[in-house]
């Protein structure tokens, strides 16, 4: 079954940038070290895998098996983490867990339906955490020619019904207006670097932009891409600001 990432798992896990190790951190210090932790739309483990040494067991959860795959790849050394088959639409079908964790795969859901199951399903405490670049991260200084080069390729955004893209309604509204309305929010900042072959991989790791969406065109997109970039920046090599937002979502306190 093509999926909406078809191809772009090893580009995920390699040219992603992570979260961070303060972004873990306060995830860690939120769940505690015996709660097992659901990662819904885990991709390769992004999350998951840095995570998993500080709680007790992290169900990894994605609707395309080949990120899992990669997941299970670059984890084996950690007997904590399950690869599991799903979506926000089978959570019932899951083993138990205590929170929830989704890192830059919240935009794709029916985001208030997923809260309604959520706050069925997760016992007294539970988090829902989630972890992304923030409600107005700086634009990647790539980003203006790249989007030159979609253009002419026809590769728009994939939006997803009552998804942030389709709707514009941001998280933390969604989430004000939930079960789970306690927000606390922790956002840092890193200044990171990116030279062209990283810039290129980047961009095969997006869903409009996915090996198998561009199909038999993907050798001509990376050329094109390619000669845009050098153009643009002849050094190759960009430095950039990389935002990291942890927001915790908790159900308010009976007073």
């Not at 940038?17 to 390769?44: K, N, Q």
């Not at 929170?99 to 706050?119: I, N, P, T």
């Not at 990647?140 to 942030?164: C, H, I, K, N, Q």
């Amino acid at each position: 079954m093509e999926t909406r990432f078809g191809g772009a798992a090893p580009y995920y896990a390699r040219y992603r940038a992570d979260h961070g190790d303060v972004a873990i951190e306060r995830l860690a210090a939120a769940f505690g070290p015996d709660g097992t932790v659901l990662d819904l739309g885990c991709g390769p483990g992004t999350v998951a895998i840095p995570l998993a040494p500080r709680v007790r067991e992290v169900l990894a959860v994605d609707p395309d098996p080949d990120m899992p795959a990669e997941g299970r790849r670059l984890a084996a050394h950690l007997p904590n983490v399950r690869w599991l088959p799903g979506d926000s639409t089978t959570l019932r079908d899951l083993p138990p867990f205590d929170h929830v964790v989704m890192g830059r795969s919240f935009h794709w859901m029916d985001r208030r339906a997923v809260l309604g199951e959520l706050d069925r399903l997760l016992p007294p405490g539970g988090v829902v955490a989630l972890v992304g670049p923030g409600r107005r991260p700086p634009e990647e200084p790539w980003e203006p020619a790249m989007r030159r080069v979609r253009d002419r390729f026809g590769l728009g955004e994939m939006t997803a019904s009552s998804s942030y893209q389709a709707t514009g309604e941001h998280h933390h509204d969604v989430l004000a207006d939930s079960p789970f309305a306690d927000l606390t929010l922790h956002t840092d900042e890193r200044v990171l670097t990116r030279d062209l072959d990283g810039v290129l991989g980047l961009q095969l790791s997006y869903s409009f932009s996915s090996p198998a969406r561009l199909g038999d065109r993907l050798e001509a997109f990376v050329e094109e891409a390619r000669r845009e970039l050098v153009a643009e920046n002849p050094s190759g090599e960009w430095r950039y600001v990389r935002q990291a937002e942890v927001l915790l979502a908790r159900r308010p306190s009976v007073r």
